[in-house]
């Protein structure tokens, strides 16, 4: 963690922060509701307070510089936990039941700390995760069984929510087997509503690779453990990825993957779930690849 030298002001890093994100000063002002003017003088007093430059302006923007970038990386998880230790003294105690759903595939990569710290912060909220399959959870959300869900965006018809995060998809094969040279390939995949199962066989199609499906499954587990014994490739996020696996791509004879975003919808408007959605949409933006707010 960040050691910060005496009296240097959150409000300081919060616009650096926002600075570096959004390539501009002007979009930062807004967002704190400040002058332009005056959030240049605020990187001013931070760069004299460290004693080095760490914004660079040029004719595309800002660029960060070799301080800049480890300032930018330490000071997202230390204004996460500011602001935790404030909402956790200003707000009223926060007491209830809160049925949260997410595809299993989420859970390991994000959901641990994002929980933690959200009940370090109402430790008098009972919190209840659902796992399933987005377009289950979609169903469950809509039939009130559930106060507010993760899901794979790209199911069609879905509920408003907020955008969370986007990346791309990626190729996951065995890293002692080489059973994606086998023709057809062999795929371990989700169901056919699975929006990934729909991305990878596409993507296949379009490059004109022929591919079947030798094992479906509802679990992440599931498609790995069949992964893992060699028998068939599956697509997923980059890391983390289980001893054995590896990430394959193009050189691997396998073609692009699209990106894929992950959104919260919400299905309750109690105090307690409106509290743990804000802490979940906080939480992801100060991930890499996290979706800024946007902006009017």
Known sequence: MLALPPGLDPDLLRSFVLIAEGNSVTRAAQRVGRTQSAVSMQMRRLEDAL??????????????????????????????????ILANFRSPDITGHVRLGTPDDYVLVWLPEILARFAESHPAVEMEVICAPSNELLERLDDGELDLTIFSAGHGREPESTSLWRGPLHWVGPSAHAIHRLSP????????????????????DAAGVPWRV?????????????????????????????????????????????????????????????????????????EPGGLPDRED
């Open 51 to 84: 004693g080095q430059p760490l914004l660079l302006r040029g004719r595309n923007g800002f660029s960060l510089t070799p301080h800049g970038s480890w300032l930018l990386e330490r000071a997202r998880p230390w204004l996460a936990m500011h602001d935790d």
């Open 185 to 204: 390939l062999r795929l371990s995949l989700g169901h056919s509503s699975c929006i990934w199962r729909r991305a990878a066989t596409a993507a296949l």
């Open 214 to 286: 030798t094992y479906s499954s509802s679990s992440q587990m599931g498609t790995h453990a069949v992964v893992l014994a060699g028998l068939a490739i599956t697509v997923g996020l980059a890391t983390p990825l289980p001893p054995g696996l590896r990430v394959l791509g193009e050189s691997d004879g396998l073609p692009p993957l699209p990106e894929f975003e992950i959104a919260l919808a919400s299905g309750s408007d109690t105090p307690v779930t409106e509290a743990l959605e804000r802490h979940i949409i906080d939480s992801f933006r100060h």
